[in-house]
């Protein structure tokens, strides 16, 4: 198993640019979910999704659309990028949200000029 | 909703000392907890968990036990190395229908030879 992949690993955007974060993984887990981390602030929850078809936002949802078309892949679209979304994106899954652990991609480090 | 509070770091220790590192949560129900290490330019990673109160969570040395009277899920560790030097994530899962798992600030540690 892969487990969870993102790409890409680092990218560069304009501001005002727009991209999408892409995140699969192959252990067929119900829950995905967005984080992203920032210095001094932990991580924070931006979407998450229970399964293919619903998803819902997180702590910090503004400036980021997310669907869940399959239970493989969960892409993160920043429609227009701004500096302050620099960041380093996570995206995990987990077969559920109680007792079940997440297992977290490497990370997208992700800078907005 | 579900959510930690950690002691702030970073937290500097010399190799073979003690480690305590504080989490207190809140929550509607009774979620399981887990602590997550997060090593220099990786993703996340499970280090422990515990499901249901009083019990204890051990890995690679690290303990914690699940404290319902005290909503405390400390982290410790007898002797520390070197190679504990990261950063500690707290975090409880998914309770009461509520499905977000967020998580807290972190605690870096850093171990001194």
């Known amino acids: 198993n892969a487990g969870v992949t993102q790409t890409p690993k680092f990218q560069v955007l304009k501001t005002g640019q727009s991209m999408t974060l892409q995140c699969a993984q192959d252990m067929n887990h119900e829950y995905m979910s967005w984080y992203r981390q920032d210095p001094g602030m932990g991580l924070r929850l931006i979407h998450y999704?229970?399964?293919?078809?619903?998803?819902d936002q997180g702590e910090v949802p503004n400036g980021y659309n997310v669907s869940r078309s399959t239970t493989e892949d969960f892409p993160l679209r920043l429609l227009s990028a701004a500096p302050s979304q620099t960041s380093v994106y996570f995206c995990?899954?987990?077969?559920?949200?109680?007792?079940?652990?997440?297992?977290f991609g490497p990370g997208t480090r992700l800078t907005v000029l | 909703g579900n959510s930690v509070t950690q002691m702030e770091g970073p937290v500097t220790l010399s190799e073979e000392a003690f480690l305590t590192i504080n989490c207190t949560y809140t929550a509607t129900g009774y979620p399981s907890l887990f602590w997550y290490v997060q090593y220099p330019g990786e993703g996340l990673q499970l280090l422990l968990k515990a499901t249901k109160a009083d019990d204890k969570g051990s890995n690679k040395g690290f303990e914690a036990t699940y404290r319902k009277e005290t909503t405390s899920f400390h982290l410790e560790k007898g002797s520390v190395q070197v190679s504990d030097s990261a950063v500690y994530f707290c975090a409880p899962g998914g309770s009461g229908g509520y499905q977000k798992v967020t998580f807290g600030t972190g605690t870096k540690l850093q171990v001194i030879p």
């Open positions: 995990a899954s987990s077969r559920g949200t109680g007792g079940h652990e997440q297992f």
């Open positions: 999704s229970v399964g293919a078809g619903i998803t």
